[in-house]
């Protein structure tokens, strides 16, 4: 592969803005910061044209500019929810059955598990749901943004999501840059779902999220931030900037009586019209998967329902899904008689203004992915990186390879884009084709997603990691600064488990085991460490203490129940 003509110096805009942004707590400066330092290299001028015009063909781009429109529809629909009473009607009834922080963090990862059908979706809608029951319980915002985060994407490319078009796509096109015609290769949706045992980071993220919620322990800056809720009330650390203040901006819903239907009733129909626009929009034939059904011929029915699901294009039905979110609180309002139409249109308004931080910063990590892409960074780090090494080896490599590319470029889906059509061919030629050339490429498809999830889990400047923190009225950099102890950790671990595999080849699915186990020994040497290091309890709150009382909060200060 040629190397990108700026070389080295391409990777110098993403790790500024990482960098800044870590240091300073100032995301959109530090993103600003590195994409103007890239005009600088990219014209070898002055180049604050260059970057505005990286940030408006950002936001230009359809996909983008899509996803900015369902972020401000959803926002408004939050505030539609909020404003019917709908937020506090949840809140009281998940106390009734979460009287403690274990149950809500389980509550929050099933229904993260629950809802894979798209991570910006269910990041959406498990922390919107989530987060007064988690501020109620003194669960800190940043342990709530990574229990969202570290199950919206790994679950999603898993399962039947709007990943998985994108990934089979990915897979075929891997096989043509290898030369590998058709006929000569399993079907592409075999390769996917060989992959998936190798696609470790997202399992052992799942269930690293899973321990860290039972056991109830954690270490590095999330046991201080834990700490601090417990003790003090403060779900957030004073000088934090949450992505979203929704009591703050929208003040008191007039809402006299809260009703369980005004939550989710929207929510409902946001899943409801998003999967139904999405299966639209991927041709499936209404008449002809009834006519399927009446005739009991499940098999074409199925088959009818995955092309549609693989077809479908689930930005467009994000943006259709939130739209109805938002009807839906004009007609609850004035069904309930709490609102009219005037003032459904300015909750409207106000739902975007709550969501203005998060878009700003979309469209500056946008804006470095552009630059990026004049730069060739991403392609200079795989060329570079993944040359001519052992097959034992190459797994754990690519995996290695695709998290520095995410977590420097920010996106999960333009890392697999750039590695995928690299690393199989590589693969394919090291292992010498066959059979083992197929097991090989199954292997490469899944570390390379696996690293993408983790670079991006890793990096401020991803859009999971804004969105998450948005939802969950988090500070961005918070979220990313606790999450990464736990995202090391378990990549770490699939680092070391790959590395038995291709020196073994043991069957990947039964290493998995054993990486849940070292998660739990890790996870519980860690705390321990950690705690006795700041001579606090590496348990931030026990059953026990949760049955003496829970804080309430009121406008960032404690009271007790």
Request: net charge negative; aromatic share 10%.
């Amino acid at each position: 592969m040629t190397v990108p003509e700026f070389g080295a110096i391409s990777v110098v805009p993403p790790l500024l803005a990482i960098v800044l942004a870590i240091l300073t707590r100032k995301a959109v400066l530090s993103l600003f910061l590195g994409i103007w330092s890239g005009a600088v290299i990219y014209t070898g001028g002055l180049g604050i044209v260059q970057t505005f015009e990286w940030i408006v063909a950002a936001v230009a781009d359809e996909f983008h500019a899509t996803i900015i429109v369902f972020t401000l529809l959803l926002g408004s629909g939050v505030a539609m929810v909020w404003n019917l009473g709908g937020t506090a009607a949840v809140r009281d009834w998940a106390l009734e059955r979460l009287d403690s922080q274990r149950k809500a963090g389980l509550a929050a990862w099933g229904l993260g598990l629950v809802l894979f059908f798209d991570d910006y979706a269910n990041t959406a809608i498990v922390g919107s749901a989530m987060k007064d029951v988690s501020d109620q319980l003194r669960i800190s915002r940043e342990k709530l943004s990574y229990i969202v985060d570290s199950t919206a994407a790994p679950v999603a490319t898993l399962g039947i999501s709007s990943w998985v078009a994108f990934q089979l796509s990915l897979i075929a096109d891997g096989y043509e840059s290898a030369g590998v015609d058709a006929a000569d290769r399993p079907g592409t949706f075999e390769v996917f779902l060989s992959s998936i045992p190798f696609n470790m980071y997202a399992i052992l993220a799942i269930v690293m999220v899973a321990v860290i919620v039972v056991s109830g322990r954690d270490f590095g800056e999330m046991l201080t931030a834990e700490h601090r809720s417990w003790t003090t009330g403060k779900v957030t650390r004073d000088e934090a900037v949450p992505m979203q203040d929704v009591a703050g901006e929208l003040g008191e819903p007039p809402a006299s009586t809260p009703r369980l239907a005004a939550f989710f009733v929207p929510v409902a129909v946001l899943i409801a019209v998003t999967i139904a626009t999405a299966l639209w929009s991927g041709g499936l034939s209404v008449g002809g998967f009834v006519g399927d059904l009446l005739a009991a011929d499940l098999g074409a029915a199925g088959e009818r329902l995955w092309d549609a699901a693989l077809g479908a294009a689930y930005e467009i039905a994000l943006m259709i899904g939130s739209f109805a979110m938002v009807a839906s609180g004009f007609v609850l309002g004035k069904a309930y008689g709490i609102f009219g139409i005037g003032d459904a249109t300015e909750y409207t308004i106000d739902g975007f203004g709550i969501m203005l931080t998060a878009v700003s910063i979309l469209a500056l990590a946008w804006g470095i992915g552009e630059t990026i892409d004049a730069l060739g960074t991403g392609e200079y780090v795989a060329a570079m990186a993944v040359g001519a090494v052992s097959p034992s080896l190459l797994p754990a490599l690519v995996f290695v390879v695709a998290g520095l590319i995410a977590f420097s470029t920010g996106t999960s889906w333009g890392t697999m884009g750039i590695v995928t059509p690299i690393a199989i061919p590589i693969a394919w030629e090291l292992s010498g084709g066959g059979a083992a050339g197929h097991t090989l490429v199954a292997a490469m498809v899944g570390v390379i997603f696996s690293g993408a999830i983790f670079g991006d889990h890793s990096s401020p400047i991803s859009d999971t990691s804004v969105l998450s923190a948005t939802f969950t009225g988090s500070d961005l950099i918070d979220h990313v600064r606790t999450q990464i102890y736990y995202a090391v950790t378990v990549a770490v671990i699939v680092v070391l488990l790959l590395v038995v595999w291709g020196y073994t080849s043991v069957t990947p699915v039964a290493l998995l085991p054993l990486g849940a186990a070292l998660l739990v020994g890790l996870v519980y040497l860690f705390s321990e460490v950690d705690a006795a290091r700041r001579d606090i309890d590496p348990v931030s709150v026990n059953e026990a203490q949760a049955d003496d009382g829970r804080a309430v909060i009121v406008g960032g200060t404690e009271q007790d129940d």
